[in-house]
């Protein structure tokens, strides 16, 4: 209770919320500039959505570029603190729908967006330097709880120590997965030297580990805290640079403001702010119920959602099974080829599903090597043929990392009986 509820200054939330406004602002805003909008709601005939969200299809004609505006002004308001609640609750409503109306372009750094987002609803952070307090409309605050911060550090080390471990598999430790990585990045000679060389591209895979596995405790020890901060800011740099990944190593970045000490943090943002010198003997119980009826059921259900897929019968780099929301960040190379047949069971006449006349480029390569696509597809396929009688065979073959074809999916199976389930194998995904 002690640790969980002290008081501390609150200038780390409130630093971070700017940041955090400034950062979703940017990437709503940048979205429209750069045509990933177009590319992936407007242009496609349809999207994949995650299992049964099938009824969240992109608003027609401009209406997902007035979605992602809506998007940018909901990011300065929480990023200014006006009205932040009802911001950050639309925002996240908003981001939501996106995460889920579309799967095409899956990054874990959606995901995460996504649960901040949903923690930020509940978390003060408008108590100072807002909009909100200089029109009255909540009261100011110098100090939070504890846990705030102690939330955010959990959040991190979730996600990094996902990350490090899901690397501990062989073509990672030999460097086969991080060359075919860094070779994708430039075309500029030089670089492709230098990312072919053994010893960079090794350098490059037992760092990703050590990294993922050592930047929470070393930023949580005030010797190395330094340090593992200048180490921070290279890598998301490099990744900036290279993997071109939006904001995420910037947004990764943000949450370097919790593991300092909160009146470092003040000083640095807000000089103006009173000081409030942190002290065990003072406590802020703001959230006692929500801790006990949100932020610990949130914890176990964060600790126990990525260890799903050993529990799930095969190897998740073949079968995808209970990859997502399992912090498995780029991690293997995957190619694949797929055809259709439907067979009339009425006439027997077998045929071949032209499946490009309906998706675009990445869908169809997502088709050929996930599973929940290639599932999802065959739903769109029976109601195609919804008066027809039919069975649908699919003949898939994927490769990981550039190794040998294997068929993926059983081409015997009849896929109009095919049933999918999130938490056990799926008879029809073929196992070695």
Known sequence: MNTLFRAIDNSPLIIFRIFFGLLITCESFGAILMGWVKVVFIDPEFTFTFIGFEWLQPLPGWGMY??????????????????????????????????????????????????ISFLMIFLPANRYASLDVKQRRVNQEQTMPNWISLLFIF???????????????????????????LAGTTSRPLFLEIFAQKWFYMFVAYAGILFDLLIVPLMLIKKTRTIALIASILFHVFNALTLQIGIFPFFALTFVLFFYEPETIRKIFLRNKHQFITSDSKSNYYGKRLVYYLIIPY?????????????????????????????????????????????????????FYDYNKNLSSKQARNLATKPDFIWQYCQRIKKEYQNEKIAIYID???????????????????????????????EWIVLY
């Open 66 to 115: 007035y979605y992602f505006i809506l998007k940018g002004v909901l990011g300065i308001s929480i990023m200014l603190g006006y009205y932040y609640r009802i911001s950050i609750i639309l925002y996240t409503i908003l981001w939501a729908g996106v995460y889920l109306m579309q799967k095409s372009y899956y990054n874990n750094h959606y995901y995460l967006l996504l649960l």
């Open 155 to 181: 959040q991190m080390f979730i996600v990094y120590f996902y990350a490090s471990v899901a690397k501990l598999y062989p073509d990672w430790l030999n460097g086969t997965f991080t060359k075919m990585l």
């Open 299 to 351: 914890v176990i259900i964060q600790t126990i959602l990525p260890l799903r897929h050993h529990f799930i019968e095969g190897d998740v780099l073949w079968t995808e099974e209970g990859h997502r929301l399992s912090w498995r960040m780029m991690l293997r190379k995957r190619d694949g080829f797929i055809s259709i047949k439907i067979k009339n069971l009425k006439t027997g006449i077998v045929t």
């Open 396 to 426: 898939c073959k994927n490769s990981i990392n550039n190794k040998e074809y294997r068929t993926f999916i059983d081409p015997n199976f009849d896929m109009a009986k095919a049933e999918w389930s999130h938490f056990k194998h799926n």
